[in-house]
């Protein structure tokens, strides 16, 4: 298992920035997959974006080109970085972390995860 603690959410306005971080402990953080999924209030859980152990980098649509997902191995950290936020991105945001055996496999779907964060709160004002 690993645990996991995301940090950098608040409040921010339309167009405007954020940086989410989330830090890892308690396995081979260089072979984990991981990835952002966020939640909206009355919506379902949804993929953000995941990054392989290999560096290889997705996103979902309603992202790309506005969220970039980066990791840090030396610091056991995922981040996602966040420009041109809108009032949509509104949500609670949860980092997740699979271990991999191969360095190109990416996950996606929620129960491709086994270890979760306890979410972080992001706000776009409008």
């Known amino acids: 298992q690993v645990q996991l603690v995301e940090s950098g959410g608040g409040l921010v306005q339309a167009g405007g920035s954020l940086r989410l971080s989330c830090a890892a402990s308690g396995r081979t953080f260089s072979r984990l997959v991981l990835g952002w999924f966020r939640q909206a209030p009355g919506k379902e859980r949804e993929f953000v974006a995941t990054?392989?152990?290999?560096?290889?980098?997705y996103y979902a649509d309603s992202v790309k080109g506005r969220f970039i997902i980066s990791r840090d191995n030396a610091k056991n950290t995922v981040y996602l970085q966040m420009n041109s936020l809108k009032p949509e991105d509104t949500a609670v945001y949860y980092c997740?972390?699979?271990?991999?055996?191969?360095?190109?496999?990416?996950?996606?779907?929620?129960?491709?995860?086994?270890?979760w964060g306890q979410g972080t709160q992001v706000t776009v004002s409008s």
């Open positions: 997740a972390a699979e271990f991999s055996l191969y360095s190109n496999t990416y996950y996606y779907k929620i129960t491709d995860f086994a270890s």
């Open positions: 990054i392989t152990w290999g560096g290889m980098t």
